[in-house]
């Protein structure tokens, strides 16, 4: 069990972290900056929330080759029939604080970092390309630990049986901590590229649809979009997520692939010697899409809602709807 002392350590460090952390965001982008970063929190770690069910499953097809072929609904069944329906809610919380420090950063540091490059990239849209890197590669520092644990207690059982946190304790005693940085660079495969294209896109689609409807309407083009009807406000940021969800999807699966082989087992194993065996085995370049169609699935969940949450919290925090201005 994990000692007093730890505990103390554990909540300590915690506090201590997140307390410099607000105090960065405050020094570095003004009073108002927390605004972004609380909506991408709050958006990232709701929406990989709902469907962990969906991720448990496409995470054991990933890493169990007896479901590698199944079908989402078969591999469920299996699943299921084995080991009883709590086990498709394993790995929740280190899903829930991941993923919210994890969005805070990745929509936080590319809102803030946008207007900052545009000075220096007059290209727009390459501009909000480097930002969206930038903030992918730190959600990728701040979520991998968080990944590894969740990836750990789905693809072994002994360590679900624990807990999340004892879970995450004995992974410490037995393997050291750096159990929860040995897929830092799968991480960074996988998000940089999601993040590029879900934020990016996200800004594209939003900002051609409420232009589009702007001139369809024959309004001016300084039009806001508080005068866009409500039906119109709901419609642009869904359909966007949606388009947005299957490009972030296909980017970023050889990454979560990678990820997902790399934090099943204890050990280390090299990057490289996870793609050589992929490529060498009788998939070929097609293992690295193995459970995509589940995948397809379970990031459309994500995407749509965490896109949703994210314009409705700025919205609510008094920002302008993303793409309106």
């Not at 069910?53 to 054991?60: E, G, L, M, S, Y």
Request: charged letters at 15%.
């Amino acid at each position: 069990e994990i000692s007093t002392v730890d505990k103390v350590v554990l909540i300590g460090s915690t506090g201590l972290m997140a307390t410099l952390l607000i105090h960065l965001i405050r020094a570095t982008f003004g009073a108002g900056g927390w605004r972004y970063y609380l909506a991408g929190g709050i958006c990232a770690a709701v929406s990989h929330l709902v469907p962990v069910p969906v991720d448990v499953v496409k995470t054991r097809k990933q890493i169990d080759p007896t479901l590698a072929n199944a079908s989402f609904g078969q591999a469920t069944r299996d699943i299921i029939n084995n080991e009883g329906w709590r086990c498709l809610f394993v790995g929740a919380g280190p899903t829930f604080w991941g993923y919210f420090s994890e969005g805070a950063i990745k929509f936080g540091v590319y809102e803030v970092l946008k207007p900052w490059v545009k000075t220096i990239i007059p290209m727009h849209y390459l501009a909000f390309i480097v930002s969206a890197a930038i903030s992918g590669l730190g959600a990728s520092l701040m979520l991998c630990p968080m990944e590894a644990l969740r990836i750990r207690l789905v693809a072994e059982p002994e360590y679900a049986r624990l807990g999340w946190v004892q879970g995450g304790y004995q992974m410490v005693k037995r393997e050291g901590y750096s159990s929860f940085t040995k897929s830092i660079l799968p991480m960074i495969y996988k998000q940089v590229p999601y993040t590029i294209t879900k934020n990016v896109s996200f800004d594209l689609f939003t900002k051609t649809a409420y232009r589009t409807f702007i001139l369809s309407t024959a309004a001016a083009a300084t039009t806001a979009a508080t005068s866009v009807p409500l039906s119109t406000k709901l419609m642009i940021p869904l359909t966007s997520a949606v388009l947005a969800s299957v490009l972030s999807c296909v980017s970023s699966q050889p990454g979560d692939m990678l990820l997902s082989v790399a934090n099943a087992n204890g050990g280390v194993r090299k990057t490289h010697d996870i793609c050589r065996d992929i490529m060498k085995s009788d998939r070929g370049f097609r293992g690295f899409f193995v459970g995509i169609k589940t995948r397809f699935i379970h990031v459309g969940i994500i995407v749509t809602l965490q896109l949703m949450i994210y314009d409705f919290v700025k919205r609510s925090c008094g920002i302008a709807a993303t793409g309106s201005v």
